[in-house]
């Protein structure tokens, strides 16, 4: 069962499923059109007694398909190198820092190429669709040869990515990379080096017209699962007089702009030697940051590089487990909130796959940080793992149970050793505080089922694809 015609309606009736507005609601009737959801009806009564069925309508009087446990949306992977999949258990081997990590990052990006990167990232979007991910942001940097010459295909690198998403059943936005210097020191930005130099188009002009060479429509579309957005990697790899064409591209096709920001404190230091402000201020006042935009990690940030972020309204997307493998430091997750900043998840570096682990670790962060308990309540990171998450990626009508949003359900098993017991009335903590991706059964994703009783229906065997893909590029 790979999924259904895209115009064929389909109908499930969930156990529980968490609605906007309503919470975790009994019996839910969730009815769906090709990719969007048509109608959502809680407490539905049952299908032979239901008002709204029509006789005369065969497709409308079909026997739902029955979700047991807890139905929510799709959630969005914000942040996502997919490449980045190979260095699981080699990066936890030993000590070391981000900058230690970064070498072995490095020697990974210099041996793929279009055909590698597609099988590797293939298999880890179907692992986040196995996890319940329904839309992935790959932040995306290894765009030339080695050496930095481009293939025939400029954004061949690129369109491998927005290939595996879609063999792996998933939808993303493509978030182009503009990566320019090797780095920040004291004087100034530094040439880009060794493997660096297959990230780099030279300058911003010239990424924006690769960007364009996508081929994207008026509204950025790639393809009907695909959108672009771009990223500035970093201060640290964005000169400030290269930022503006970033900017301005992302204003004629109403696109998002992602950023790293703050991981670490020898960034903020670089930043502030060589442009006298920290790197919120730099991005401030060359116009980066807004609504449409995201700083990813945030880690290292003061109050008034907060209060600018909120005011902006920019994403703050945190990747709680990343950051705690790479040594990295905690966010000030709460304040950012508080400050107007709505949060998001991204697996970033793929450590771990899993957005519960995520969504928790930034309560668990925030409780160790302030030795209190409940900063975030389970809805409110399901949030940032939904419909926060969604839109950052310029999916705005994705990430609810609603009719009219697109058709994503991810089901979490309340029966597995990790859920049972857990009463209707907690089940939203269940999934956030104690089921893990492995308690993901069913994902439907744009009305097609993508995973069904913890299966991948589109990639067969994915511990064997990833397996093999890793063996081709990790020595
Ligand atoms: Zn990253």
């Given at each position: 069962?790979?999924?259904?015609?895209?115009?064929?309606?389909?109908?499930?009736?969930?156990?529980?499923?968490?609605?906007?507005?309503?919470?975790?609601?009994?019996?839910?009737?969730?009815?769906?059109?090709?990719?969007r959801f048509t109608s959502v009806t809680p407490a539905a009564s049952p299908i032979s007694s239901a008002p709204h069925v029509s006789a005369t309508a065969p497709s409308a009087t079909s026997v739902p398909e029955r979700l047991h446990g807890l139905t929510l949306p799709g959630f969005a992977n914000a942040h996502s190198h997919a490449f980045h999949r190979a260095l699981r258990s080699?990066?936890?081997?030993?000590?070391?820092?981000?900058?230690?990590?970064?070498?072995?990052?490095?020697?990974?990006?210099?041996?793929?190429?279009?055909?590698?990167?597609?099988?590797?990232?293939?298999?880890?979007?179907?692992?986040m669709a196995l996890a319940g991910v329904s839309c992935a942001g790959e932040f995306h940097y290894l765009h030339h040869q080695p050496g930095g010459r481009p293939y025939d295909d400029p954004n061949a690198m690129g369109r491998a990515l927005v290939q595996a998403a879609a063999e792996a059943g998933l939808r993303m936005t493509l978030l182009d990379t503009c990566y320019l210097a090797g780095g920040l020191a004291e004087d100034g930005?530094?040439?880009?080096?060794?493997?660096?130099?297959?990230?780099?188009?030279?300058?911003?002009?010239?990424?924006?017209?690769?960007?364009?060479?996508?081929?994207?429509?008026?509204?950025?579309?790639?393809?009907?699962h695909a959108q672009a957005g771009a990223a500035i990697h970093s201060v640290r790899a964005v000169p400030r007089g290269q930022m503006h064409p970033v900017v301005a591209w992302t204003r004629q096709f109403g696109a998002p702009l992602h950023a790293h920001m703050s991981e670490q404190r020898a960034e903020n230091e670089a930043c502030q030697a060589v442009y006298g402000m920290s790197p919120t201020r730099l991005l401030y006042e060359q116009d980066v940051l807004g609504p449409r935009t995201t700083v990813v990690h945030a880690t290292h940030v003061e109050d008034a590089d907060t209060e600018l972020l909120g005011g902006c309204q920019t994403f703050a997307c945190l990747c709680p487990t990343t950051e705690r493998d790479l040594g990295d430091g905690l966010a000030p997750a709460q304040a950012l909130a508080a400050a107007g900043c709505p949060l998001t998840l991204g697996s970033d570096s793929h450590a771990v796959v899993d957005i519960l682990e995520e969504a928790r670790g930034v309560e668990y962060a925030e409780r160790?940080?302030?030795?209190?308990?409940?900063?975030?309540?389970?809805?409110?990171?399901?949030?940032?793992?939904?419909?926060?998450?969604?839109?950052?990626?310029?999916w705005p009508d994705a990430g609810e149970i609603a009719a009219g949003c697109w058709a994503d359900l991810v089901t979490v098993s309340l029966d597995s050793v990790r859920t049972a017991g857990a009463a209707d009335g907690v089940a939203l903590e269940a999934a956030v505080f104690a089921a893990t991706a492995t308690d993901v059964k069913n994902v439907v994703i744009g009305g097609r089922d993508v995973v069904h009783d913890g299966v991948h229906l589109l990639v067969p065997d994915v511990p064997e694809e990833l397996s093999r893909s890793i063996r081709a590029v990790v020595g």
């Open positions: 069962m790979t999924g259904p015609a895209r115009s064929q309606p389909r109908r499930w009736l969930a156990d529980l499923a968490w609605l906007p507005g309503q919470g975790v609601c009994r019996d839910v009737l969730i009815e769906a059109d090709g990719d080699t990066t936890q081997a030993g000590r070391g820092t981000f900058w230690t990590w970064r070498e072995r990052m490095y020697d990974v990006a210099a041996r793929l190429d279009p055909d590698s990167y597609h099988r590797l990232a293939r298999a880890t979007f179907a692992e930005p530094l040439p880009l080096a060794g493997p660096q130099l297959r990230f780099g188009d030279g300058d911003a002009l010239r990424w924006a017209a690769r960007v364009t060479d996508l081929g994207c429509d008026a509204h950025g579309m790639i393809a009907p160790l940080a302030r030795r209190a308990r409940g900063h975030f309540t389970a809805e409110t990171l399901l949030c940032a793992a939904t419909t926060a998450g969604h839109t950052s990626l310029g």
